[in-house]
Nanobody, 122 residues
Framework: QVQLVESGGGLVQPGGSLRLSCAAS????????IGWWRQAPGKEREVIGC????????YYAESVKGRFTISRDDANNTAYLQMITLKADDTAVYYC???????????????WGHGTQVTVSS
């Protein structure tokens, strides 16, 4: 089955850390640009970070720059989003997406994951 599956979400206290995973099955991620989006209650989905397939260049939204890090492990067909110093405003459903031979951010993704909930609360 061709799919992306996110995991690693959960409840964390402010200031805490989480690492999200985005595992691909049924296709190889090594030619795909990968992006992470999030959608908070009552808000539009926003892109927060991306990594391309050519040279691992990355992009981060200002709201997460310096706190979130995107990486990829093509050998394991998985991408990651390391999040530190989490804030209540980071509470959202987090999605990954992939676009074959895409630019830095996959704005026309071939695949979307179903999302994983991240809740930052004390």
């Amino acid at each position: 089955q061709v799919q992306l599956v996110e995991s690693g979400g959960g409840l964390v206290q402010p200031g805490g850390s989480l690492r999200l995973s985005c595992a691909a099955s049924g296709f190889s991620l090594n030619t795909y640009a990968i992006g992470w989006w999030r959608q908070a209650p009552g808000k539009e989905r926003e892109v927060i970070g991306c990594i391309n397939s050519r040279d691992d260049s990355t992009y981060y939204a200002e709201s997460v720059k310096g706190r979130f890090t995107i990486s990829r492990d093509d050998a394991n067909n998985t991408a990651y989003l390391q999040m530190i110093t989490l804030k209540a405003d980071d509470t959202a459903v987090y999605y990954c997406a992939a676009e074959n031979n895409g630019p830095l951010c996959p704005f026309q993704p071939d695949y979307w994951g179903h999302g994983t909930q991240v809740t930052v609360s004390s």
